[in-house]
């Protein structure tokens, strides 16, 4: 089983619509939880972080976290044709990052 | 400001030759990682250097790869004897201190072996 377990999509949505991204981990002792936004051919940039369980919001993005079951999201509301990009999931424990897989959002205008 | 840099943006081999990898981490930073990132298996770590510390290896795939960090900066990746399975995007990130969550990523380096 990985650490990390992130549904790849793609995933495919209309202008405006809310998005709502997920990400699985096995490792309870993970004290961060980001979120990193890769277009094409690009490095991956960061999100929005968190460190507890509850709710996260900056803008039209929210980052929620659920340690008891092991669970975060990430939901883009009224999403544009800009946030099409694969949003990877990542998570640290010391001084080691653990991502997912990534997963590929289009935004069809 | 400056963002990390990495060199060259593309790389072709062939199987069997070395190739070394570039990466100038934005300056400052005292904690620089290197990733592997292939198609549907995610952001892969490989190795990290904080300050003058030795570095964590243990993501390493095999002993053809190695890297070192010349005066706390600049840092090369270097892979000898290339494999196919090699191909791949190699990406560079830095960090204020280790385990810090705002790591900041080069564009990638994407190494193609033939």
């Known amino acids: 089983q990985k650490e990390v377990e992130q549904d790849p999509g793609p995933l495919s949505v209309p202008e405006g619509a809310i998005v709502s991204l997920n990400c699985t981990y096995s490792n309870s002792a993970f004290q961060y939880f980001m979120w990193y936004r890769q277009y094409s051919r690009k490095g991956p940039e960061l999100l929005m972080y968190?460190?507890?369980?509850g709710n996260k919001e900056d803008g039209r993005f929210t980052a929620q976290v659920d340690k008891s079951s092991k669970y975060i999201s990430l939901f883009i509301r009224d999403s544009q044709p800009s946030d099409s990009a694969t949003y990877l999931c990542a998570m640290v424990f010391g001084n080691q990052f653990y991502f997912g897989t990534g997963t590929s959002l289009t935004v069809i205008p | 400001g400056a963002g990390v840099s990495q060199s060259p943006s593309n790389k072709v081999t062939e199987k069997g030759k070395d190739v070394e990898l570039r990466c100038d981490p934005i300056s400052g930073h005292t904690a620089l990682y290197w990733y592997r990132q292939s198609l549907g298996q995610g952001l892969e770590f490989l190795i990290y250097?904080?300050?003058?510390?030795?570095?964590?290896k243990s993501g390493l795939p095999s002993d053809r790869f190695s890297a070192e960090r010349t005066g706390g900066s600049v840092s090369t990746l270097t892979i000898q004897r290339t494999q196919q399975e090699d191909s791949a995007v190699y990406l560079c990130?830095?960090?204020?201190?280790?385990?810090?969550?705002?790591?900041?990523f080069g564009p990638g380096t994407r190494l193609t072996v033939t």
């Open positions: 990130a830095s960090s204020l201190l280790a385990g810090s969550y705002e790591q900041y």
């Open positions: 250097f904080q300050g003058n510390s030795a570095p964590d």
């Open positions: 968190t460190y507890s369980s």
